[in-house]
């Protein structure tokens, strides 16, 4: 079976580093201008760290310059690049095609799924113009993605897992209508998300409720993706990158993921029973927070496209490490939520996940042995049976399952 890339999300540095050390072949961050994800840009000093930890282990560094471009930022976009280039950034993420007419540096680029990259002969359009990979439209079936597959020469790239947009990827108005923050600028405030009621024209302020079901009505409420059933499929159709979506999520949530697609891509390629492995590493992303999730557009069109309307998640994120141990002992965490010593929790580490019976601990602001503690931000030392190492998370049943 074919080598498969596993592309992660990174927030941030730290999100990075989380996800090459659980398992990504590569992983894509934000520029410190111009992503589709603004509250998401870093500083050119971080990706140039996360460049070099990257490297280290041959993973590799993709950034996202992956919105329209307003003629004003041209010069300071092309100059960007160049730096990018500079610091040894492996590909560009574009949306806008302007940037293919800069004097651009030998830096490969991939097509933004913001191009619209659902249709055969636009994507063999972009083929044409030099594009190494195009990042393909959620909103195609699995079928299509094969045809595409015999007829373009690029890398193709598909989103595997994730939030999925009520609209074309970026090409919603909502959010400039409502709140005049651009999708396409990186600025949406998701009003896909929110509860609507019904108004009458000449009833101002009489809200009838539309039950979607119990918990109200989200109308425009994507499910979230999931193709974890669908993966030896995706990877016999020749795709080069399945692609994590999340640059807004959490270093625990991009590890969780990332290291349950991992195990499933290991697995395929040493021929393993994938059928007997799917239900743990299904119930192993439901550690991570999502709301509702199908296999979206992948087999058809969606039986239900909306509704999700909340957040679901098996496992909560207790704490990190921060200096490991060889043998677990005195291993120092930040504290994250509160546990009680005699709970059961795991460590998660990139080589699995470890359960164990949590003991006291060491506060170590007042030197106190505590059994429990309910202040987030704190260093703690808690003696662990197994090695652990910076970046190792504890986790936990989620407070509503917990006694």
């Known amino acids: 079976m074919q ?13 990075g580093k989380a996800a090459i050390d659980n398992g990504a072949d590569a992983v894509y961050i934000g520029a410190p201008a111009f992503g589709a ?44 690049i160049r730096q990018l280039y500079a610091i040894g950034v492996d590909a560009l993420i574009i949306q806008d095609p302007g940037i293919l ?10 097509a933004s799924t913001q191009m619209h990259n659902y249709e055969l002969e636009r994507i063999k359009f972009l083929d044409q113009l030099g594009f190494q990979r195009i990042v393909l439209a959620r909103e195609l079936s699995l079928e299509q993605i094969r045809e595409i597959r015999k ?24 959010s400039q209508y409502m709140f005049g923050r651009s999708a396409n600028r990186g600025e949406c405030a998701q009003p896909c998300r929110y509860q609507y009621a ?42 080069k990158s399945l692609k994590i979506e999340g640059r807004m999520k959490t270093a625990y949530y991009v590890a969780t993921v990332t290291a349950a697609y991992r195990r499933a891509l290991d697995l395929l390629a040493d021929g393993g029973d994938f059928a007997a492995a799917l239900p743990g590493l299904m119930a192993e992303l ?3 927070s999502h709301r509702d999730s199908d296999t979206g557009f992948a087999l058809g069109k969606p039986a239900n496209p909306g509704g999700a309307d909340g957040f ?28 009680k010593a005699g709970e059961t929790i795991e460590l998660l580490t990139p080589s699995g996940v470890h359960a164990f019976e949590a003991t006291p601990f060491l506060r170590e602001k007042t030197g106190e042995i505590v059994d429990t503690l309910g202040i987030g931000g704190e260093i703690i030392r808690m003696d662990v049976p197994f090695a652990t190492q910076t970046g190792d998370f504890l986790r936990g049943e989620t407070r509503n399952h917990r006694k």
């Open 151 to 174: 007829e373009v020469k690029a890398e193709l790239e598909v989103f595997i897992h994730g939030a999925l947009c009520v609209s074309l990827s970026g090409q919603c108005y909502l």
């Open 312 to 339: 679901h998640q098996e496992r909560e994120y207790l704490a990190h490490v921060v200096e490991g141990s060889r043998d677990g002992r005195g291993t120092r965490f930040l504290l994250k939520n509160r546990f």
């Open 3 to 15: 080598k498969v890339e596993l592309l992660s999300p990174a927030r941030d540095l730290v999100v």
């Open 37 to 80: 994800r603004k509250a998401a840009a870093n500083s050119l000093e971080d990706i140039g760290t996360l460049v070099r930890y990257a490297h280290r282990f041959y993973c590799r560094v993709f950034v996202t310059l992956n919105t329209i471009l307003y003629d004003s930022e041209l010069a300071e976009a092309e100059k960007m």
């Open 101 to 110: 007419n800069m004097d651009l540096p030998p830096i490969c680029l991939h």
């Open 198 to 239: 019904l108004m009458e024209e000449k009833r101002p302020g009489e809200y009838m409720p539309v039950c979607e079901d119990e918990n109200g009505t989200y109308i425009f409420s994507a499910h979230d993706l999931n193709l974890m059933p669908l993966l030896p499929e995706l990877v016999d159709a020749g795709i």
């Open 286 to 288: 439901s550690c991570a």
